[in-house]
Protein backbone atom coordinates (compact mmCIF):
# COMPACT_ATOMS: atom_id res chain seq x y z
CA UNK A 1 0.00 0.00 0.00
CA UNK A 2 1.68 3.66 -0.85
CA UNK A 3 0.48 7.21 0.23
CA UNK A 4 -1.87 8.77 -2.09
CA UNK A 5 -0.50 11.63 -3.39
CA UNK A 6 -2.77 14.91 -3.82
CA UNK A 7 -2.81 16.14 -7.41
CA UNK A 8 -4.94 18.88 -6.82
CA UNK A 9 -7.00 17.24 -9.41
CA UNK A 10 -10.31 18.44 -7.62
CA UNK A 11 -12.27 21.97 -8.26
CA UNK A 12 -12.17 23.96 -5.26
CA UNK A 13 -15.36 23.56 -3.39
CA UNK A 14 -16.32 26.94 -3.00
CA UNK A 15 -16.31 26.76 -6.76
CA UNK A 16 -18.79 24.43 -7.34
CA UNK A 17 -22.38 24.41 -7.83
CA UNK A 18 -24.69 24.27 -5.20
CA UNK A 19 -26.88 20.47 -6.25
CA UNK A 20 -30.27 19.41 -6.05
CA UNK A 21 -29.73 16.49 -7.80
CA UNK A 22 -31.15 14.56 -4.99
CA UNK A 23 -34.19 16.61 -4.79
CA UNK A 24 -35.20 16.69 -8.61
CA UNK A 25 -35.18 12.67 -8.09
CA UNK A 26 -37.26 12.42 -5.59
CA UNK A 27 -39.44 14.88 -7.40
CA UNK A 28 -39.70 12.71 -10.53
CA UNK A 29 -40.83 9.96 -8.72
CA UNK A 30 -43.46 11.73 -6.45
CA UNK A 31 -45.14 13.67 -9.78
CA UNK A 32 -44.63 10.70 -12.45
CA UNK A 33 -45.13 7.63 -10.02
CA UNK A 34 -47.68 5.04 -9.37
CA UNK A 35 -48.92 3.71 -5.83
CA UNK A 36 -48.21 0.00 -5.89
CA UNK A 37 -48.55 -3.38 -4.22
CA UNK A 38 -45.45 -3.75 -2.78
CA UNK A 39 -43.70 -7.39 -1.74
CA UNK A 40 -41.45 -5.67 1.82
CA UNK A 41 -42.78 -5.69 4.98
CA UNK A 42 -42.16 -3.07 7.60
CA UNK A 43 -40.44 -4.06 11.12
CA UNK A 44 -43.82 -5.00 12.77
CA UNK A 45 -44.58 -7.19 9.45
CA UNK A 46 -46.97 -5.06 8.18
CA UNK A 47 -47.19 -4.94 4.49
CA UNK A 48 -46.19 -1.00 3.03
CA UNK A 49 -47.06 -0.07 -0.58
CA UNK A 50 -44.81 2.27 -2.76
CA UNK A 51 -44.46 4.58 -4.99
CA UNK A 52 -42.92 3.65 -8.28
CA UNK A 53 -41.50 5.00 -11.44
CA UNK A 54 -40.16 3.50 -14.03
CA UNK A 55 -36.96 4.80 -15.87
CA UNK A 56 -36.24 7.73 -13.78
CA UNK A 57 -33.97 10.73 -15.84
CA UNK A 58 -30.19 9.55 -16.05
CA UNK A 59 -28.10 11.99 -13.38
CA UNK A 60 -24.23 12.63 -13.98
CA UNK A 61 -21.90 13.56 -11.64
CA UNK A 62 -18.26 14.88 -13.10
CA UNK A 63 -16.66 13.82 -10.19
CA UNK A 64 -13.50 16.34 -10.51
CA UNK A 65 -15.90 19.77 -11.40
CA UNK A 66 -18.72 19.61 -9.01
CA UNK A 67 -17.39 16.79 -6.60
CA UNK A 68 -18.60 13.26 -5.34
CA UNK A 69 -22.62 12.91 -5.18
CA UNK A 70 -22.81 12.53 -1.06
CA UNK A 71 -25.83 13.68 -0.29
CA UNK A 72 -26.41 17.30 1.80
CA UNK A 73 -30.13 17.41 2.82
CA UNK A 74 -29.34 15.05 5.50
CA UNK A 75 -26.18 14.07 7.16
CA UNK A 76 -24.32 10.97 6.25
CA UNK A 77 -21.06 11.12 7.59
CA UNK A 78 -22.11 8.46 10.10
CA UNK A 79 -22.46 6.01 7.77
CA UNK A 80 -20.68 6.17 4.31
CA UNK A 81 -17.95 4.38 5.02
CA UNK A 82 -19.89 1.33 5.70
CA UNK A 83 -21.66 1.62 2.24
CA UNK A 84 -18.17 1.82 0.62
CA UNK A 85 -17.19 -1.39 2.38
CA UNK A 86 -20.03 -3.04 1.63
CA UNK A 87 -19.37 -2.78 -2.03
CA UNK A 88 -15.91 -3.78 -1.46
CA UNK A 89 -16.69 -6.73 0.46
CA UNK A 90 -18.67 -7.73 -2.53
CA UNK A 91 -15.99 -7.09 -5.06
CA UNK A 92 -14.23 -9.78 -2.86
CA UNK A 93 -16.27 -11.95 -2.80
CA UNK A 94 -18.04 -11.37 0.68
CA UNK A 95 -21.49 -12.95 0.80
CA UNK A 96 -22.67 -13.54 4.30
CA UNK A 97 -23.03 -11.58 7.65
CA UNK A 98 -19.66 -12.25 8.95
CA UNK A 99 -18.06 -11.34 6.00
CA UNK A 100 -19.64 -8.35 5.72
CA UNK A 101 -18.83 -7.38 9.11
CA UNK A 102 -15.02 -7.50 8.33
CA UNK A 103 -15.49 -4.48 5.66
CA UNK A 104 -17.24 -2.44 8.38
CA UNK A 105 -20.99 -3.52 7.07
CA UNK A 106 -23.44 -4.17 9.74
CA UNK A 107 -26.61 -3.60 8.42
CA UNK A 108 -27.40 -7.00 6.42
CA UNK A 109 -28.54 -8.52 9.48
CA UNK A 110 -32.51 -7.01 9.14
CA UNK A 111 -32.39 -9.22 5.36
CA UNK A 112 -30.35 -12.26 6.72
CA UNK A 113 -32.62 -13.51 9.60
CA UNK A 114 -32.88 -17.16 9.99
CA UNK A 115 -36.41 -17.27 8.68
CA UNK A 116 -35.83 -14.85 5.70
CA UNK A 117 -32.39 -17.73 4.83
CA UNK A 118 -34.36 -20.65 5.43
CA UNK A 119 -37.19 -19.15 2.75
CA UNK A 120 -34.65 -19.78 0.22
CA UNK A 121 -33.26 -23.18 1.57
CA UNK A 122 -29.77 -20.70 2.78
CA UNK A 123 -28.00 -20.97 6.03
CA UNK A 124 -28.66 -17.73 8.73
CA UNK A 125 -26.68 -15.20 7.51
CA UNK A 126 -25.73 -16.11 3.56
CA UNK A 127 -27.15 -13.78 1.15
CA UNK A 128 -26.90 -17.09 -1.11
CA UNK A 129 -25.14 -17.84 -4.68
CA UNK A 130 -26.89 -15.10 -6.55
CA UNK A 131 -25.70 -12.61 -4.46
CA UNK A 132 -23.41 -9.77 -5.37
CA UNK A 133 -20.43 -10.98 -3.92
CA UNK A 134 -21.19 -14.79 -5.98
CA UNK A 135 -21.68 -12.55 -9.03
CA UNK A 136 -18.90 -10.13 -9.09
CA UNK A 137 -16.09 -12.68 -7.68
CA UNK A 138 -17.54 -16.09 -8.39
CA UNK A 139 -19.70 -16.03 -11.44
CA UNK A 140 -20.84 -19.26 -12.37
CA UNK A 141 -19.71 -21.18 -15.75
CA UNK A 142 -20.74 -23.53 -17.96
CA UNK A 143 -18.19 -26.36 -17.21
CA UNK A 144 -18.77 -25.84 -13.41
CA UNK A 145 -15.48 -23.37 -12.53
CA UNK A 146 -16.26 -19.93 -11.49
CA UNK A 147 -15.27 -16.29 -13.19
CA UNK A 148 -14.02 -13.28 -11.64
CA UNK A 149 -15.56 -10.14 -13.60
CA UNK A 150 -13.60 -7.42 -11.45
CA UNK A 151 -10.24 -9.03 -12.00
CA UNK A 152 -10.94 -10.23 -16.03
CA UNK A 153 -12.24 -6.75 -16.67
CA UNK A 154 -9.28 -5.06 -15.41
CA UNK A 155 -7.11 -6.68 -16.99
CA UNK A 156 -8.82 -6.10 -19.86
CA UNK A 157 -9.21 -2.27 -19.62
CA UNK A 158 -5.37 -2.09 -19.49
CA UNK A 159 -4.81 -4.37 -22.34
CA UNK A 160 -7.84 -3.03 -24.63
CA UNK A 161 -8.82 0.37 -23.54
CA UNK A 162 -10.78 1.16 -26.44
CA UNK A 163 -13.43 -1.61 -25.79
CA UNK A 164 -16.79 -0.40 -25.35
CA UNK A 165 -17.56 -3.97 -23.71
CA UNK A 166 -16.34 -2.90 -19.99
CA UNK A 167 -19.46 -4.46 -18.27
CA UNK A 168 -19.88 -6.18 -15.29
CA UNK A 169 -23.56 -7.92 -13.99
CA UNK A 170 -25.05 -8.82 -10.64
CA UNK A 171 -27.35 -11.13 -12.26
CA UNK A 172 -27.05 -14.82 -12.05
CA UNK A 173 -30.43 -15.65 -13.44
CA UNK A 174 -30.75 -19.43 -12.90
CA UNK A 175 -30.49 -18.09 -8.88
CA UNK A 176 -32.53 -15.11 -8.80
CA UNK A 177 -35.55 -16.32 -10.93
CA UNK A 178 -38.72 -17.13 -8.78
CA UNK A 179 -41.60 -19.83 -10.69
CA UNK A 180 -42.91 -23.04 -9.70
CA UNK A 181 -40.20 -25.18 -11.38
CA UNK A 182 -37.10 -22.32 -9.50
CA UNK A 183 -36.01 -21.55 -5.77
CA UNK A 184 -34.64 -18.37 -5.47
CA UNK A 185 -31.00 -18.95 -3.96
CA UNK A 186 -30.75 -15.22 -2.79
CA UNK A 187 -32.19 -13.50 0.07
CA UNK A 188 -32.27 -10.31 -1.57
CA UNK A 189 -32.24 -10.27 -5.51
CA UNK A 190 -29.23 -7.57 -6.53
CA UNK A 191 -31.07 -4.36 -7.00
CA UNK A 192 -27.58 -2.44 -8.26
CA UNK A 193 -24.34 -3.12 -9.98
CA UNK A 194 -24.79 -3.58 -13.75
CA UNK A 195 -21.35 -1.46 -14.48
CA UNK A 196 -20.31 -0.10 -17.57
CA UNK A 197 -16.90 1.63 -17.47
CA UNK A 198 -15.55 3.71 -20.76
CA UNK A 199 -12.37 4.78 -21.16
CA UNK A 200 -11.23 8.06 -23.09
CA UNK A 201 -8.08 9.13 -23.43
CA UNK A 202 -6.82 10.20 -19.44
CA UNK A 203 -10.42 9.82 -18.39
CA UNK A 204 -12.66 7.40 -16.59
CA UNK A 205 -16.63 6.95 -16.64
CA UNK A 206 -18.55 4.91 -15.36
CA UNK A 207 -22.69 3.80 -15.76
CA UNK A 208 -24.08 2.48 -12.94
CA UNK A 209 -27.75 1.49 -14.00
CA UNK A 210 -29.89 0.29 -10.95
CA UNK A 211 -32.92 -2.38 -11.04
CA UNK A 212 -34.34 -1.00 -8.13
CA UNK A 213 -34.01 1.69 -5.75
CA UNK A 214 -35.61 2.36 -2.61
CA UNK A 215 -34.37 6.45 -2.77
CA UNK A 216 -34.42 7.33 0.77
CA UNK A 217 -32.54 4.48 1.93
CA UNK A 218 -30.17 3.08 -0.93
CA UNK A 219 -29.60 6.08 -3.23
CA UNK A 220 -27.41 7.41 -0.72
CA UNK A 221 -25.21 4.43 -0.16
CA UNK A 222 -25.15 3.72 -3.64
CA UNK A 223 -24.15 7.05 -4.86
CA UNK A 224 -21.32 6.94 -2.50
CA UNK A 225 -19.96 3.70 -2.98
CA UNK A 226 -20.33 3.82 -6.69
CA UNK A 227 -18.28 7.05 -6.93
CA UNK A 228 -15.47 5.44 -4.85
CA UNK A 229 -15.52 2.64 -6.59
CA UNK A 230 -14.70 4.98 -10.16
CA UNK A 231 -12.26 6.96 -7.80
CA UNK A 232 -10.25 3.37 -6.89
CA UNK A 233 -10.54 2.09 -10.83
CA UNK A 234 -9.09 5.35 -12.05
CA UNK A 235 -5.98 5.22 -10.14
CA UNK A 236 -5.63 1.41 -10.32
CA UNK A 237 -5.75 2.15 -14.13
CA UNK A 238 -3.37 5.02 -14.20
CA UNK A 239 -6.28 7.50 -15.50
CA UNK A 240 -8.72 10.50 -13.78
CA UNK A 241 -12.06 9.61 -12.53
CA UNK A 242 -14.68 11.71 -14.86
CA UNK A 243 -18.19 11.10 -14.72
CA UNK A 244 -20.52 8.59 -12.49
CA UNK A 245 -23.80 8.20 -14.74
CA UNK A 246 -26.66 6.94 -12.54
CA UNK A 247 -30.02 5.50 -13.90
CA UNK A 248 -32.66 3.55 -12.33
CA UNK A 249 -34.69 1.04 -13.81
CA UNK A 250 -37.68 1.47 -11.21
CA UNK A 251 -37.23 3.97 -8.30
CA UNK A 252 -39.35 3.76 -5.38
CA UNK A 253 -40.47 5.37 -2.20
CA UNK A 254 -42.65 3.99 0.27
CA UNK A 255 -45.66 5.21 1.41
CA UNK A 256 -44.93 4.78 5.26
CA UNK A 257 -41.41 7.14 4.32
CA UNK A 258 -43.33 10.18 3.40
CA UNK A 259 -42.79 12.34 6.60
CA UNK A 260 -39.21 12.01 6.24
CA UNK A 261 -39.82 13.21 2.36
CA UNK A 262 -41.46 15.73 2.87
CA UNK A 263 -38.59 16.77 5.81
CA UNK A 264 -35.83 16.31 3.30
CA UNK A 265 -37.44 18.73 0.83
CA UNK A 266 -38.28 21.12 3.07
CA UNK A 267 -34.24 21.59 3.41
CA UNK A 268 -31.30 23.50 2.41
CA UNK A 269 -29.07 21.77 -0.30
CA UNK A 270 -25.87 22.62 -0.46
CA UNK A 271 -22.72 21.94 -3.17
CA UNK A 272 -21.38 18.26 -2.88
CA UNK A 273 -18.15 17.03 -0.71
CA UNK A 274 -14.64 15.62 -1.95
CA UNK A 275 -14.07 12.18 -2.13
CA UNK A 276 -10.73 11.12 -2.54
CA UNK A 277 -8.57 8.41 -1.90
CA UNK A 278 -5.46 9.09 1.07
CA UNK A 279 -4.05 5.30 -0.07
CA UNK A 280 -3.88 3.83 -3.13
CA UNK A 281 -3.05 -0.06 -4.13
CA UNK A 282 -3.11 -1.76 -7.35
CA UNK A 283 -5.27 -4.44 -7.15
CA UNK A 284 -9.13 -3.03 -6.96
CA UNK A 285 -9.60 -6.06 -4.24
CA UNK A 286 -7.71 -4.12 -1.97
CA UNK A 287 -9.49 -1.37 -1.39
CA UNK A 288 -11.24 -0.03 1.56
CA UNK A 289 -13.07 2.12 3.47
CA UNK A 290 -10.32 3.52 5.11
CA UNK A 291 -8.69 4.32 2.36
CA UNK A 292 -10.99 6.87 1.44
CA UNK A 293 -11.65 10.66 2.68
CA UNK A 294 -13.98 12.55 3.01
CA UNK A 295 -14.15 16.39 3.10
CA UNK A 296 -15.80 19.67 2.86
CA UNK A 297 -18.86 18.23 3.59
CA UNK A 298 -21.42 20.44 5.06
CA UNK A 299 -24.61 18.73 5.28
CA UNK A 300 -28.04 19.17 7.14
CA UNK A 301 -28.57 17.61 10.26
CA UNK A 302 -29.02 13.22 10.19
CA UNK A 303 -32.31 11.83 10.03
CA UNK A 304 -32.66 8.69 12.03
CA UNK A 305 -35.03 5.85 12.14
CA UNK A 306 -36.46 6.32 8.31
CA UNK A 307 -38.56 3.05 8.09
CA UNK A 308 -36.86 0.42 5.60
CA UNK A 309 -38.78 -2.31 3.79
CA UNK A 310 -37.15 -6.01 4.49
Known amino acids: MEKYEENNIY ?27 SPMVDKDGK ?39 ELFAFINGAHTQIELERFKCKWWKAWLTEAKCAKRGLETGDLGPGSYGAAFANFPTFDGGSFNQFDEIVKQMKERPELKTHLITPWIPQYTIRNSDHQQKVVVAPCHGWIHFRIFEDRLDMVMWQRSCDVLIGCPSNWVQYSALLIAMAEVLGLKPHEFIHMISDAHIYENQMPWVEEILARESH ?40
Do not use: C
Open 11 to 37: RPYEEREISIQYKNLIKEILEKGIKSP
Open 47 to 85: EINTIDYMGTTPIRFNILENGAPVITERSIAGFWKAAVG
Open 271 to 310: AFPTLKLINKHKDIKDYRSDDFELSDYHAEEAIKNIPVGV
